[in-house]
């Protein structure tokens, strides 16, 4: 059974930094491409950024790039999302979703992960 495990949400000021972790279990982790989604109250899930499963190649939402760094530890089986210079709108619940690689990767697109954490809290204070 899979299983996904966000942890290093909080509380922070505008400005400052948080390392999202997503512990994975239950599967072979370097199969797998991997991304982050958020929720913030009355919107929709959206992506933030993916990588695929080797590292090699990694995917960005506008509204983060420059600002948050995706990377994974295939030894480890857990991937992280360094977040700087947040935001009063990077506010959310942070989900992170697992996907087998195949040959075509939708990165940004919910519904093609078949895996979900239970997401971790973000809150960024201005």
Same mark, same amino acid.
């Given at each position: 059974?899979?299983?996904?495990?966000? #942890?290093? +949400?909080?509380?922070?000021? %505008? +400005? +400052?930094?948080?390392?999202?972790?997503?512990? %994975?279990?239950?599967?072979?982790? #370097?199969? $797998? !491409?991997? +991304?982050?989604?958020?929720?913030? =109250?009355?919107?929709?899930?959206?992506?933030? /950024? /993916?990588?695929?499963?080797?590292?090699?190649?990694?995917?960005?939402?506008?509204?983060?790039?420059?600002?948050?760094?995706?990377?994974?530890? !295939?030894?480890? !089986? &857990?991937? $992280?999302?360094?977040? !700087? #210079?947040?935001?009063?709108?990077? &506010? /959310?619940? $942070?989900?992170?979703?697992?996907? %087998?690689?195949? /040959?075509?990767?939708?990165?940004?697109?919910? =519904?093609? $992960?078949?895996?979900?954490?239970?997401? &971790?809290?973000?809150?960024?204070?201005?």
């Amino acid at each position: 059974q899979v299983q996904l495990v966000e #942890s290093g +949400g909080g509380l922070v000021q %505008a +400005g +400052g930094s948080l390392r999202l972790s997503c512990a %994975a279990s239950g599967l072979t982790f #370097s199969y $797998y !491409n991997m +991304g982050w989604f958020r929720q913030a =109250p009355g919107n929709e899930r959206e992506f933030v /950024a /993916a990588i695929v499963w080797s590292g090699g190649s990694v995917y960005y939402a506008d509204s983060v790039k420059g600002r948050f760094t995706i990377s994974r530890d !295939n030894a480890k !089986n &857990t991937m $992280y999302l360094q977040m !700087n #210079s947040l935001k009063p709108e990077d &506010t /959310a619940v $942070y989900y992170c979703a697992a996907r %087998a690689r195949d /040959a075509r990767f939708d990165y940004s697109r919910a =519904p093609i $992960y078949t895996s979900w954490g239970q997401g &971790t809290q973000v809150t960024v204070s201005s």
